[in-house]
């Protein structure tokens, strides 16, 4: 999996700021902008953050360029609907060497076949290759033949959100419960971000870092070591 970071708001926190007390202030838009350059607002925004006022904090926006991950993993990101995706598509690119993703509980497992869970899996994925490509031979067009493809190929997207969209993406997808593979990513794509805003996405991350657990019964149970874990990323930044 690789997850880059192409593109943000410059002057994030600055912005977000200067949002918030348009709110507030009778000052027109030049005297604003500058007192908020002239005075460091990581203290009004960290404010602005724990009284969860929000809405200033979606006028900035991330854009992340993922790459090796599976069409498994993107029918997942995309359910964020605030948010804007391009993707890789399968109607228009042909497959003419399958790359796809292996689940680490599959490469770890010894079959019966007499082979190890990434050769089970490599030889399965060879022979829908095969399929396709013979349907593809047929002169069956890609947006046909990509019905044979299985969820496990790989794909890549690029996905813009703001902010708010974000900490709330980070939210569902940080957490234990959330499927291993998006997790990863949402981790990398959190480890980016707190690089360009590290006020704003300070707290950001699975609900029980600052809370409690919101997964009711189906709690991970390990409320400690994921706190530990998220504090040790925010001081890494």
């Known amino acids: 999996m690789n997850v ?17 007390k348009l709110c507030y202030s ?4 030049e005297d604003l902008l500058k007192k908020i350059t002239e005075k460091d607002q990581k203290e009004f925004v960290e404010k602005l953050v724990g009284m969860a006022h ?8 991330f854009t992340f360029a993922i790459e090796g991950i599976s069409r498994a993993c993107t029918h997942q990101i995309v359910r964020h609907r605030l ?4 993707q890789q598509s399968q109607r ?10 292996i689940p680490p509980s599959i490469k770890s497992r010894t079959f ?13 994925m060879k022979s829908i290759q095969k399929w396709y490509q013979e349907l593809i031979d047929m002169g069956i067009p890609p947006e046909d033949a990509r019905f044979l ?23 569902e997808r940080c957490c234990l419960r959330a499927q291993w593979e998006i997790r990863a990513m949402a981790e990398e794509m959190l ?12 707290k950001a991350g699975p609900a029980c870092i600052e809370g409690s657990c919101n997964q009711g019964k189906m709690t991970c149970g390990k409320i400690v070591e994921v706190r530990e874990k998220f504090k040790k990323m925010n001081e890494r930044k």
């Open 191 to 202: 480890r980016l971000a707190l690089e360009k805003c590290p006020t704003i996405f300070a």
């Open 83 to 86: 948010a804007s995706y391009s």
């Open 26 to 29: 009778p000052a027109n838009i």
């Open 149 to 171: 493809l299985p969820n496990a190929a790989e794909t890549k997207i690029i996905s813009t959100m703001n902010a708010r969209e974000l900490l709330h993406f980070f939210k």
């Open 92 to 101: 228009y690119v042909e497959e003419k060497a399958l790359d796809y993703i």
């Open 54 to 61: 929000m809405s200033p904090v979606e006028h900035i926006s």
């Open 4 to 20: 880059r970071l192409l593109s943000s708001t410059p002057n994030a926190e600055q912005l977000v700021a200067m949002a918030a």
């Open 112 to 124: 019966n076949v007499a082979a190890d869970g990434s050769q089970w899996f490599e030889d399965r």
